[in-house]
């Protein structure tokens, strides 16, 4: 059986007609018709029943049409996919972390396919945690990521920006009052804290045990919406970064932390050892070019989230 066999039995079964099916894929009839008839004997059974001038298919060939066109579709596929790898279009699949999500992620996707040539370009979005990120790309539903860092040899990592630390209040809260907030405050009033299975939650919770801090977690939220929102009603106070979603909350007080300079990388990753086709690749190198002051040793005092536990 070969593909030009099943590509003439669909299009005999669409005409009905063998005439008219090898006019319309310019073959001559007779070709036509000693293909068809080599792949019945190759499959021991007809596919056509004469009708008048034309021809129905059989039981048989009702069925072998369904998976026939299933071929050709996959062929299909398979040359998009070959096109555009070749001419650098397609589709590209991120998945990023909610802070990313109001400007960061559209403003620099919407900014790369601004950039002459890749007009045929398409994305795919899905927001999620870092670690279900960082499945999905394994599992190749994704192309690149966006969140924490957290060590897996079969991953590329690349830093992208740095966000600070800060702590949240309502603006009525009593320590509204105060600029900077000792992060020794966390112990004296309930806490917001992140959903402990997302990596902020796993590594806020490793940011308390290393500066032998036992907060009074409160309610634990999926991300910094969540939190904020609970923080503005005074149900808590919280330690963030400082993202921007909170230019959304007017009623919330912003404290950098006192005596302690902490902050939250960002990452880009993508899996190792896997081609990518050009696509994907322009657009990775395209955010490196974004990054700002990603790989930042000159203040040594910095203290990141993602050096502080190393999950499995």
Known sequence: MTLNQIYYFCAVAKSKNFRAAANKIHISQPSLSRSIAALEEELGI????????????????????????????????????????????????????????????PTHVRNFLNIPGNEGITFGFWQNYTPEIIEKL????????????????????????????????????????????????????PVIGYDRSSWMGKHTLSLYEKFELEPNIVVEAPDEYGILSLVRQNFGIAIIPRTDILKDF?????????????????????????????????FIEYMKTQASDANDNKDVSNVYLKDIIHLD
């Open 46 to 105: 007809n596919l056509f029943d004469k009708q008048g001038r034309g021809v129905v298919l059989t039981k048989a060939g009702k069925i072998f049409l369904e998976d026939a066109q299933n071929i050709l579709r996959q062929c299909d596929i398979a040359n998009t996919h070959i096109y555009e790898f070749v001419h650098g279009t397609g589709r590209i699949d991120i998945g990023y972390v909610f802070p990313l999500a109001g400007e960061y992620i």
């Open 250 to 282: 007017k009623h919330v007080k912003i404290h950098p932390i006192k005596d302690h300079k902490l902050g939250h990388q960002i990452f880009m990753f993508w899996m190792k050892e896997r081609e990518v086709v050009p696509a994907v690749e322009h």
């Open 138 to 189: 394994r599992d190749g539903s994704l192309d690149v990521g966006f969140g924490g860092c957290v060590d897996r040899m079969d991953l590329n990592f690349y830093p992208l920006f740095n966000q600070e630390l800060i702590i949240v209040t309502s603006v009525d809260h009593p320590l509204a009052p105060m600029d900077e907030i000792p992060l020794e405050e966390l112990e004296n009033y």
